[in-house]
């Protein structure tokens, strides 16, 4: 937990805050819209949570920020549910956000044909118990280079199978299954990998059961302009080559789960307009 003595003094008053160590990545903003905001360029209590459920997404932020900058006067300790959230059918954010990947997001699939994790939070008892009980992992999908934190601990414990580009392979040596060029591979009937370069060269993102569509750095929802966005300020590899990719993206999706920025649900004809919308501003 974050030290009081550090509190950010832009926090509202009150039991919660949030210390001067933040990084703004905006994960701890994304499971607790409304209450944590953004002030002086850094995440902050807007207001006190004041209902239990508003509590419950504190120490989901507590438990998810990459520099424990999340904290509590009185101490006490989280509910042991709160991770990994079901945030769709059948998918759960894993929460534990590593620093290493400024925070990102991180996945967990419960599925018949064998369960996914896509790109990897911190290395914790807690999810590794969780995961367990859920039938273990057998696929690693990493989005790209930044992300894969403690993936590697995580394929070693449930000897999983970890795919990721081959441009971006140097971040994963210990991957099992490199994908490559720009053509959609397919990972089985339900899964397939579908290669972005832009954010990175090696970008992937991953689409499952032709609903769920999982973006890395690549895509996310904007709330504020409820639209889809593209981060043009940590593109470390072409917006150029970004634009074709998402306009070569002709791929059904209902939900956007992506690493930074928040994940949306919406028609897929919704999502395709979007995604034009999108490619014709860029």
């Known amino acids: 937990m974050s030290k009081e003595a550090e509190r950010n003094p832009a926090n509202a008053a009150g ?3 949030i210390d001067t160590n933040c990084i703004d990545c905006a994960a701890a903003r994304e499971v607790a819209p409304g209450l944590i905001i953004r002030r002086g360029g850094k995440s902050v209590f807007g207001r006190q949570p004041a209902t239990r459920e508003e509590e419950h997404m504190a120490w989901r932020a507590a438990l998810l920020c990459p520099t424990a900058s999340v904290g509590r006067t009185r101490g006490g300790k989280p509910p042991s549910d709160l991770f990994p959230q079901e945030i769709a059918p059948g998918v759960f954010r894993c929460g534990y956000n590593a620093l290493s990947s400024f925070g990102a997001h991180s996945y967990f699939v419960a599925r018949k044909e064998g369960n996914l994790l896509v790109d990897s939070p911190r290395y914790v008892n807690h999810l590794v118990e969780a995961f367990e009980k859920a039938g273990g992992i057998a696929d690693v999908l990493l989005t790209h280079r930044d992300d894969v934190a403690d993936a590697d601990r995580y394929a070693n414990h449930f000897s999983a199978r970890v795919w990721i580009h081959e441009y971006d392979a140097d971040a994963a040596p210990y991957a099992t299954n490199i994908l490559k060029g720009t053509a959609a591979t397919e990972i089985d009937a339900e899964l ?3 290669p972005v370069p832009g954010h990175t060269k090696g970008s992937v993102i991953y689409l499952l059961s032709r609903t769920y569509l999982f973006t890395g750095d690549t895509l996310a929802w ?3 302009r409820k639209s889809l966005t593209a981060f043009r300020q940590a593109c470390w590899y072409s917006w150029s080559e970004l634009k074709r990719s998402l306009a070569r993206l002709e791929v059904p999706f209902e939900w956007l789960l992506p690493g930074h ?5 919406l028609h897929a004809q919704d999502m395709r307009e979007h995604l ?5 501003a860029m």
């Not at 920025?261 to 649900?265: I, K, L, N, V």
């Not at 034009?276 to 014709?280: F, K, N, T």
């Open 222 to 224: 904007d709330p504020e």
């Open 192 to 194: 397939s990998a579908v």
């Open 276 to 280: 034009r919308a999108l490619v014709g």
């Open 261 to 265: 920025g928040h994940s949306h649900h």
């Open 15 to 17: 039991d919660w805050y």
